[in-house]
C-alpha cells in the first residue's frame, strides 16, 4: 500500500478532529528520500513502535527488501512490524502523521528519511510516548478510541 508523504491518511475510516497525514507508505515502484537519520529521530520512532496502534489481521512483509517477516530490535526486544500504525502527534499544531509500523525498519535498513515537518514533530515530542499529544488533545482521543 504507497501513499504519498504528507497526504490525507485512507488507509482505514480513522477520523480525527486533528489532521491525518500519510508518513512512510513506501513501495518499490515510487521513489522516497534517503538520507542518514537525524539525531533523536529514532528513538521517537522506537517509543511509536511499542504501542501497537490501529492493529490490523495480517502481515505486510518489506516491499523494499521482500522479506515477509519483518522484525526489529526495541530495546533489546525483538518486535514484528508490518501489523500495526506508529502515530506521531505534532506537539505544536492539530496534525497527527500516521506511519505503517514498518517504518522503523525503513528508516534503520533502507536510510528512508521522512518529511521534515515529521522528524521536526517526532524530536520535539516528550521521550515517553504518554506524555504526547497535540495541543488540543486529538492525540490521546485517537489513542482512546483506535489505539489498540
Ligand atoms: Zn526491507
Redesign the pocket.
Known sequence: MQFDDLSPYSYTRMTSKASLKNVGWLSESVPFCQAPTPPGLLAKIEAATLPLRNPMRGIHG??????EH?SEAIEGREFLLGMSEAWFPSPHDEVIYIAPS?LL??VK??DYLPPTELVQAAVALPASEAEWDTPRGAYRKLVKRYGD
Open positions: 518489506c516491499p523494499l527488501c521482500e522479506h519483518i514498518l525498519h525503513y535498513r533502507h
